[in-house]
């Protein structure tokens, strides 16, 4: 069974950093890619980084372009989200995702309807 967990959610200053993490089982670490979504109360989900396993390659959303790293630890299945600099516009639920499918998204990365397992997600607050 496929499964993802996504933690490291919590309350932190604006300026300041926060590292996510997303555990996953129940799939090789070979082909795949996982992406990071944030949808705030009232607003659509947003496609905020996505690491390809295949390509090895990392997309970001220009909101967070510059700000947030995507990384992989392919030996403790997980994949890391480091923030810094966060603005009280990151405050969010974020949740990490993956696609099995085979073939790279490119620039359909940032679709979630291109991933099929979901993790349950972690809230970020960001606020003085």
């Known amino acids: 069974e496929v499964q993802l967990q996504a933690s490291g959610g919590g309350l932190v200053q604006p300026g300041g950093s926060l590292r996510l993490s997303c555990v996953y089982s129940g799939f090789t670490s070979d082909d795949y890619a996982i992406g990071w979504f944030r949808q705030a109360p009232g607003k659509d989900r947003e496609g905020v980084s996505c690491f390809s396993s295949s390509e090895g390659s990392a997309y970001y959303a220009d909101s967070v372009q510059g700000r947030f790293t995507i990384s992989s630890d392919n030996a403790k299945n997980t994949v890391y989200l480091q923030m810094n600099s966060l603005k009280p516009e990151d405050t969010a639920v974020y949740y990490c995702?993956?696609?099995?499918?085979?073939?790279?998204?490119?620039?359909?990365?940032?679709?979630?309807?291109?991933?099929?397992?979901w993790g349950q997600g972690t809230l970020v607050t960001v606020s003085s």
């Open positions: 995702a993956a696609d099995l499918s085979g073939p790279p998204m490119g620039r359909l990365w940032r679709l979630a309807v291109m991933y099929d397992y």
